[in-house]
Each structure stands twice: as structure tokens, then as C-alpha cells.
């Protein structure tokens, strides 16, 4: 792989965490998603023809591989997926990230797309890419490591805000759910915290409040935060809404806080009637259903609750970073 003069972004070709990026660079990745949106209509392109993209999801995932590979797909390249590979690949008898990647990589990638339980699993997979006997470096995408990050959901999100504000400069963000555990939620702070004029306002009861680590973070970049467990306070005066489920599968064996914390909030008619008639209502997906949903059905046909929007965006933002990392004509933009 040839890098181009000036690196795309911090980090290029992979994509690990949201802190690679600064608007400067986000702005490209948006244009080059504004430009795929464009290839779709057109009918598609061969811009990835002759590639192969492997995505390895040792957890579950509706949107973050299917995107990843109808992004491949629309772009004239192949997709090979291991969808359950924390059962069904060499793992379960014992196998570290590290040999998995060595051995993917002889097979000749164009890029790997990997969604892991542990935290920093991509990073170490993207060390092994970057090795030069993979005949690398070969692009690794963070599709969600653990409680970590998930940067591309992250990207997808603010080029979601994008689209709808035109810019994130100055919004105030209301961030709510299980912010201990929800890397969506992370990820997209530490976008934000690089654009000027930007609040947060986190919400969530304090079980699940935000870590010291990203709230340093905040505080480094200047970025008035709040915390609360109000959602009504909160929404006031918002121009973001990002709503996120309370993660029952990352409780473990501490069932009993989550039970204390799954009904913190739901985002009802009224919640909504405090929020502007601007702000967007952003939730990534999947959402708890029925009653005690957090982003009941009810509020969908809302016109401010924008979550399938920001699915479809996913696609043009993974066609985009597939276009800056793998395309043969990549070198020309
Ligand atoms: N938003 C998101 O990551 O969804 P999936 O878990 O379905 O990929």
C-alpha cells in the first residue's frame, strides 16, 4: 500500500479510535461520504474491484458489518465474514488476535474490519497489519472493541449532525444512557471535544456516568460538561439528543445494577416536547424494545429522531473510509 504525501488522518490507514481525527480531517471523511451517497444513485462503482475485505466480528452486530459490507459491495469489491468468530473461528480452541491476524493477512486483504469483546483488541490487530511480512500496512477498522471505542459509529454520527446542522461547531449535545459502558457514546465525545463551542450534557444515573478518563479529556480540550440524572433538565435547549441502551450484557454478573439502572430514563412524547423543534434525537442502535424502551416507537414518526438516517449514513461513511484507504485512485484526492 502506497500512503498518500499527507496522511488522510492521524493514524492512516486504520481507524482505532475517534482522537485520530480532527475536523480537518472529518471534513474529507464527510465530503467523501456526501461523494458515495453520489456513487449509490449512479448505480455503484469498481473502485474496490479485485478486493477482497475480510470483516471478523467475535460479537454480534446488525449495522456496523452489514454497512461495512454493502459499503464493499456498492464499491465493486468482495467481502469474506467470520460473523460469530468468537464461536466458530480458531479463538474458541484458544487462538490469540494476534496469530488470527498473521494468518487473514497472508490471504491478502484489501482491509479487516474487526469487532471484538475485549477492549484495544483492534489496536492489536492493527499492530500485526502493520507489520511489513503481512506484505501490509493492511487497513484495520475498529468496528467496537469491548467497553472501548467504536470510531466509525462515531464518524457516522457526527456526519450525521453535519448533515443536519451543516456543522457541529457550537452544539450542545445532550449524551444519554449507559455512558460507563457505551463506546458509541465515547467515541463521539471525543470528536466533539475538537470542534469550538461545543457542550455536553451527560446523562444517566450515576451506576453508568461517564469515566474520569474522557471527562479529563473534556476538561483538557475546554469543553463545558455537565452530568445529571434529569432528562428533562437536560434536553432543554439542546440541539443533539444522543440516546443510547443500557447494557445488559456488560453487567456480567452484577445483574442487580443493571436491574436498578434499566428504567433510568425513556425518551417519551413529553421528554421530547422540552426538547427545540431544531435538535436531532441520534440513538446508534439497537435499542431496547416495547414499554420500557429508551427510545420508544412511539416518538419515531417524530421528524427530529433522525436514527435511521444516521444507519443509512453509516454506509456512506464506511464507503468513504473503504475509498481513502483501499481504492486504487485513492492517491488522487
Ligand atoms: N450501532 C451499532 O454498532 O450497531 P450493531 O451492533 O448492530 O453493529
Excluded at 444517566?204 to 433538565?233: C, F, I, S, W
Excluded at 453487567?251 to 434499566?262: I, L, N
Amino acid at each position: 500500500m502506497v500512503a498518500p504525501a499527507t496522511l488522510l488522518w492521524a493514524g492512516w490507514p486504520h481507524v482505532l479510535r475517534a482522537q485520530q481525527f480532527d475536523p480537518q480531517s472529518l471534513d474529507r471523511v464527510f465530503q467523501e461520504a456526501r461523494l458515495a451517497e453520489e456513487i449509490i444513485n449512479a448505480g455503484g462503482s469498481n473502485l474496490l474491484k479485485g478486493k477482497i475485505v475480510l470483516t471478523l466480528f467475535y460479537e454480534p452486530s446488525t449495522r456496523t458489518r452489514l454497512s461495512f459490507e454493502f459499503a464493499t459491495y456498492h464499491l465493486g469489491g468482495r467481502v469474506l465474514s467470520s460473523e460469530a468468530a468468537r464461536e466458530f473461528s480458531s479463538a474458541a480452541k484458544g487462538e490469540s488476535i494476534e496469530d488470527t491476524i498473521r494468518v487473514v493477512c497472508r490471504y491478502r486483504p484489501a482491509a479487516i474490519v474487526i469487532r471484538h469483546y475485549q477492549e484495544g483488541a483492534a489496536e492489536r490487530a492493527a499492530s500485526v497489519a502493520a507489520d511489513p511480512r503481512t506484505r501490509g500496512p493492511i487497513p484495520v477498522f475498529n468496528a467496537g472493541d469491548g467497553p472501548g471505542q467504536h470510531p466509525t459509529q462515531a464518524l457516522l454520527d457526527a456526519y450525521t449532525v453535519w448533515r443536519h446542522r451543516g456543522t457541529l461547531e457550537g452544539a450542545t449535545v445532550a449524551v444519554a444512557g449507559d455512558l460507563l459502558y457505551g463506546r458509541t457514546a465515547r467515541s463521539l465525545c471525543y470528536l466533539l471535544a475538537k470542534y469550538p463551542g461545543v457542550s455536553v450534557r451527560m446523562v444517566a444515573p450515576h451506576e453508568v456516568q461517564m469515566k474520569e478518563d474522557l471527562l479529563a479529556y473534556l476538561r483538557r480540550h475546554r469543553v463545558p460538561v455537565t452530568q445529571t440524572g434529569d432528562l428533562a433538565a437536560a434536553v432543554r435547549g439542546a440541539d443533539v439528543l444522543y440516546v443510547t441502551r443500557i447494557q445488559k450484557e456488560r453487567f456480567g454478573a452484577d445483574q442487580e445494577t443493571y436491574e436498578r439502572v434499566r428504567d433510568a430514563f425513556s425518551v417519551t412524547p413529553q421528554i421530547l416536547a422540552g426538547l427545540p423543534s431544531h435538535a436531532i434525537v441520534m440513538h446508534p442502535l439497537p435499542r431496547v424494545e416495547g414499554p420500557r424502551s429508551e427510545l420508544p416507537t412511539a416518538v419515531d414518526a417524530d421528524p427530529r429522531v433522525v436514527i435511521f438516517d444516521q444507519t443509512e449514513a453509516g454506509m456512506y461513511i464506511r464507503m468513504a473510509l473503504l475509498r481513502l484507504t483501499c481504492a486504487t485512485d485513492r492517491h488522487r484526492h
